[in-house]
């Protein structure tokens, strides 16, 4: 559940993100590169807000591990999508088994 929640949000967030940074910034100079990286740094969510409403509304214990899950998988997620951008920026062009590779 929480994979399903994190991957494709956090990379739906990230393009919605630098379009937006885009249109706000690209005069300023700001690149597709650019947009992209502030994107990624800016899609990861904190769910602390939301399990401690999850708490006062009483829901089910299993939903607020759901969310703290789906949380640290946004995180990785994010951290992972802004290397690649900033590689992208500085020139480094690199396979998917390459960004893999440690």
Excluded: R
């Excluded at 956090?10 to 690209?26: E, R």
């Excluded at 802004?82 to 088994?97: N, P």
Aim: aromatic share 14%; net charge negative; charged share 10%.
């Amino acid at each position: 559940g929480a994979l399903w929640l994190a991957g494709p949000g956090v990379v739906l967030s990230t393009c919605l993100t630098a379009a937006s940074s885009y249109l706000a910034y690209g005069d300023w100079g700001w690149g597709w590169t650019t947009c992209f990286m502030f994107g990624a740094l800016v899609s990861a969510t904190d769910p602390v807000a939301v399990v401690a409403l999850l708490h006062d509304l009483g829901a089910p214990e299993s939903f607020a591990v759901l969310i703290d899950g789906e949380a640290l998988l946004n995180d990785g997620s994010a951290s992972v999508l802004f290397f690649v951008f900033k590689d992208f920026a500085q020139g480094e062009h690199k396979t998917w088994l390459q960004v893999m590779d440690p």
